[in-house]
C-alpha cells in the first residue's frame, strides 16, 4: 500500500512515500481503507523524536483518519465490513484498573495512533474494535477525520477539567489552531463568554464567525492583557484559560486568572519549560490542571454533538497524500485557520 513514513528522525525532509505493506489485523482489530487523514503537531514532534522515544522503522504517522472497514478480526463483534468509520486516536490495554474504571487515558500503555504504532497516512490503518466510531450516513468521511483529535482534547480540556460553566469567561490563545477552533465552538456551546487571540486580521474575522465574543490581534495590541483585564473582564479577571501554547504564554495565563480561577494545559507548542511566579498560584490559590486526549465516553460525547451538527470541524486546506511534506510545513507555519487534511483515496 502507498504509505507517508520516516526511516529516520529529524527534520520534515525525512518523511517519505513509498510502499509498505498493509497492516495485518488481531482478532480484536479492524482495518480500514483510508478515505482521508488529518494532521496534527504531533506528526512534527514525532518526526523530530524525543528522549525515549524508540520506533521500529519505517514509521507511519497520522493520528486521525476515516475509511471504510475492509476486514475484522474474528473476534470482533460491534462493527462489520462495509460500515463508514472514523477512530478515537487515543489507544490503550483495556484492561487495567484505569481502563476498566473508564479512564482509558490514564492506561500506563496510553498512546497515540502514529506514535507508538503506525498511523493513518496511508490506505489502510488498523485500530483496535473499540476505537472505529461509525459515521452517520449523511456526514462527509472528510468532516468525520477533521474532527476527533482536536475535539476530543477541548472537550475533556473544557468540561472534565476546567468545569466551563455558562456566563464564565474563558481565555483561549491562538485562534487558528485546531484545539482552537473546537474550543470555540465547545465554550460557545457550553454558554461562555469566549475571548481569543491572533496575529492575523483574516483569522481574526473567522474567529468571530465562529462565535469568540472578543478576539485581539495580539500584534496590533501589544498590552492586550490589561485590556483583558480592565476592558473585558473589568477587573475581575478570566474564570478559565485554556493554554495549549505553553512557554510564550503561561506566566501571562495565570496572571490573567481570576482568584480561584483555573488554567487547564493540554499541551505545550511553542516550549515545554517555563519560568512562572508561583506567587499567582498559591495567593490567587489557582487550579493548575493538566489534560491529555480524552477517555472513551467524553470521546463519543463530542462526536455524538457533531454529528448532531451543534459543532462544526472547520477544515482549512486538503493536500493529497503524495504532498504530505508540503502539508506539514504548511501546519508547521502556522497560518491555517482550522484542520489540515490529506485526501487518501
Ligand atoms: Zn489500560
Not at 120 to 145: M, Q, Y
Not at 175 to 202: E, M, P
Not at 301 to 321: A, G, N, R, S
Amino acid at each position: 500500500m502507498k504509505a507517508a513514513f520516516i526511516k529516520s528522525h529529524g527534520d520534515l525532509e525525512q518523511l517519505k512515500i513509498g510502499e509498505l505493506d498493509a497492516p495485518q489485523i488481531k482478532p480484536n482489530e479492524v482495518l480500514i481503507k483510508t478515505e482521508f487523514s488529518a494532521l496534527n503537531h504531533i506528526d512534527i514532534f514525532i518526526i523530530k523524536g524525543w528522549p525515549g522515544l524508540s520506533l521500529e522503522m519505517p514509521h507511519i504517522l497520522g493520528s486521525d483518519g476515516s475509511g471504510v472497514i475492509k476486514e475484522i478480526g474474528s473476534a470482533v463483534t460491534t462493527v462489520s465490513v462495509g460500515d463508514r468509520v472514523t477512530i478515537n486516536p487515543g489507544l490503550s490495554c483495556g484492561k487495567c484498573y484505569f481502563c476498566l474504571s473508564g479512564k482509558q487515558n490514564f492506561c500506563k500503555n496510553f498512546s497515540i495512533m502514529g506514535e507508538n504504532q503506525w498511523g493513518t497516512f496511508c490506505e489502510f490503518f488498523k485500530v483496535p474494535e473499540e476505537n472505529a466510531l461509525l459515521i452517520p450516513k449523511d456526514f462527509s468521511f472528510e468532516l468525520a477525520a477533521a474532527a476527533p483529535l482536536t475535539f476530543l482534547t477541548a472537550w475533556r480540556a473544557l468540561t472534565t477539567q476546567a468545569n466551563l460553566k455558562r456566563e464564565d469567561f474563558v481565555l483561549i490563545h491562538g485562534a487558528g489552531g485546531g484545539v482552537s477552533t473546537a474550543a470555540i465552538q465547545i465554550a460557545k456551546y457550553l454558554g461562555a463568554k469566549v475571548i481569543t487571540t491572533t496575529s492575523d486580521s483574516n483569522k481574526k474575522k473567522k474567529a468571530e464567525e465562529l462565535g469568540a465574543d472578543y478576539v485581539i490581534n495580539y500584534k496590533e495590541n501589544r498590552d492586550f492583557g490589561k485590556t483583558i483585564y480592565s476592558e473585558i473582564t473589568k477587573k475581575k479577571g478570566v474564570d478559565v484559560v485554556l493554554d495549549s501554547v505553553g512557554r510564550d504564554t503561561f506566566q501571562n495565563s495565570l496572571r490573567l486568572l481570576r482568584p480561584g480561577g483555573c488554567l487547564v494545559s493540554p499541551g505545550a507548542t511553542t516550549g515545554a519549560i517555563s519560568e512562572i511566579d508561583i506567587r499567582q498560584i498559591f495567593w490567587k490559590q489557582l487550579k493548575v490542571v493538566g489534560s491529555t486526549m480524552s477517555n472513551q465516553r467524553e470521546f463519543r460525547e463530542v462526536m455524538t454533538l457533531i454529528f448532531q451538527k451543534k459543532l462544526k470541524p472547520i477544515i482549512d486546506k486538503v493536500f493529497p497524500l503524495n504532498e504530505v511534506r508540503e502539508a506539514e510545513k504548511y501546519l508547521k507555519e502556522g497560518s491555517q485557520f482550522g484542520k489540515v487534511l490529506l485526501k487518501i483515496n
